[in-house]
């Protein structure tokens, strides 16, 4: 009987095995009736194709991979069946970056400079998503000492301004995803720490900050943020201090978040807690360059990296998500931020980190495939709701987020 090829694309582990489990539940199984189950799974995911007759799914941004069917009667035993799959399973990545850069306090050109610079060099380097730090647009720390008109003078609307303007150019140049830090004038006439996100083929999206306390000027937004995206992905963001409280991260990933952007301005600050953080002395960024590895020790010490550690991966792993933390680093104002840039994957892995004490654009791919098997979305998939009423709760001792920095 004269032998046929027929080649077949498979593009991730997700629904493959269950549905092949399916099809061979029989004895046998002949090749005509793989193909139209196939057809037909495609049509609901695309998960499993015949490629001649589908050409222009090579647009996938997937590998290929040819298999040999013959058109006769073969059997395949489902205690084989995992062995067999896991020899045809291919990888989905997208590479993705963080930043870490020391903006200047008030020049909103100089530091747009900076992220375009990045961009261009992350594009470069086939990037196909960007996460800046929080306020680098218009820098942080300062923001605290500011009257009301001079944070105004600071600020733009999210969709329209300046920044959004000139994002979405990159974006569509570059077919990039970037996000990146401002100081919002919403249009209620309030002010917010939020965070643009721009795409080359859809709208632009913001994310206010849910725990403002930079400024007395600023309000704190009320709702979360998920960004659909065409990479087959959803971004979730959550802006620094948001991080910290394990309720936000959750819920960002129960609104379906697979990547999460985390931009901080964090690292050297004034604690009263007992072993976390701590101030840099000043003197140790001026002189970075006559003695890099003591400003170094102490970006990796409980002050920065020692600290980010104990916290940060755990919102990756226990939720599911990937997640990109990009920070300021070096002087800022009277507080020396730590770096530590990061990309962390959905199994709490850390993928790529900067140990660098200056700007720094770290990159890596993030292959999507094991989000379905990450542990975080198998213990989600355990909750008891019911349980959690607790939680909601108005509890005695609760602070305003101003306050509570004040004296953490």
């Known amino acids: 009987m004269k032998m046929k090829e027929q080649v077949i694309l498979v593009s991730s582990w997700t629904s493959i095995e269950n549905r092949f489990h399916c099809l061979f539940q029989a004895n046998s199984i002949n090749t005509q009736l793989l193909i139209t189950a196939a057809e037909k799974m495609v049509s609901e995911e695309p998960v499993l194709c015949p490629v001649k007759s589908r050409k222009k799914l090579i647009n996938f941004h997937i590998n290929i991979l040819q298999i040999n ?6 059997k395949i035993r489902s205690a084989t069946i995992s062995s067999f799959l896991k020899g045809v ?3 989905k990545t997208i590479r993705a970056a963080t930043a870490q ?22 594009a470069s380097e086939g990037v196909r998503i960007i996460a800046f730090p929080e306020m680098c647009v218009t820098g942080y ?9 001079q944070v105004e003078a600071l600020s ?61 000027h600023m309000a704190s937004g009320e709702e979360y943020t998920i960004i659909e995206t065409s990479l087959g992905v959803k971004i979730g963001v959550l802006i620094c201090w948001d991080n910290n409280l394990i309720e936000n991260g959750r819920c960002t ?37 006559s003695d890099p590895e003591a400003l170094r020790r102490e ?22 998500m990937f997640v990109l933390f990009s ?77 509570l920095k004040a004296i953490e």
């Open 327 to 403: 920070n300021g680093v070096g002087r800022d104002d009277d507080e020396v931020r730590t770096g530590n840039a990061m990309i962390i994957d959905c199994f709490g892995e850390v993928l790529a980190e900067s140990k660098e004490i200056c700007d720094d654009l770290i990159i890596s791919d993030l292959d999507t495939g094991l989000l379905s098997h990450a542990t975080g979305r198998n213990w989600i998939k355990g909750r008891r709701p019911e349980l959690y009423g607790e939680i909601t709760k108005e509890r005695s001792g609760r602070m305003d987020v101003r306050t």
């Open 253 to 289: 990933a129960l609104l379906g978040a697979d990547i999460l952007m985390a931009p901080h301005q964090t690292g050297g600050c004034v604690s009263r807690s007992l072993r976390v953080l701590g101030k840099i002395d000043l003197r140790l960024w001026e002189e970075r360059e």
């Open 89 to 91: 399973i291919m990888k």
């Open 156 to 216: 733009e609307n999210a969709l329209t301004g300046e920044t959004a303007r000139k994002l979405k150019a990159l974006s569509l140049e570059l077919n990039m995803i970037i996000g990146a830090g401002i100081i919002e004038k919403g249009e209620d006439g309030k002010l917010y720490n939020s965070y643009i996100v721009t795409q080359p083929d859809r709208e632009t999206r913001f994310h206010r900050k849910l725990h403002c306390f930079i400024s007395e």
């Open 141 to 149: 720390w300062h923001v605290r000492k500011l009257d009301y008109g």
């Open 299 to 320: 970006f990796q010490s409980v002050k920065g990296a020692g600290w980010l550690k104990r916290w940060l991966p755990a919102r990756a792993h226990d939720n599911g």
């Open 69 to 74: 069917i013959h058109r006769v009667h073969f």
């Open 101 to 122: 850069f020391n903006h200047k306090p008030g020049d909103k050109e100089y530091n747009l400079r900076v992220i375009e610079v990045m961009c261009r060099k992350a």
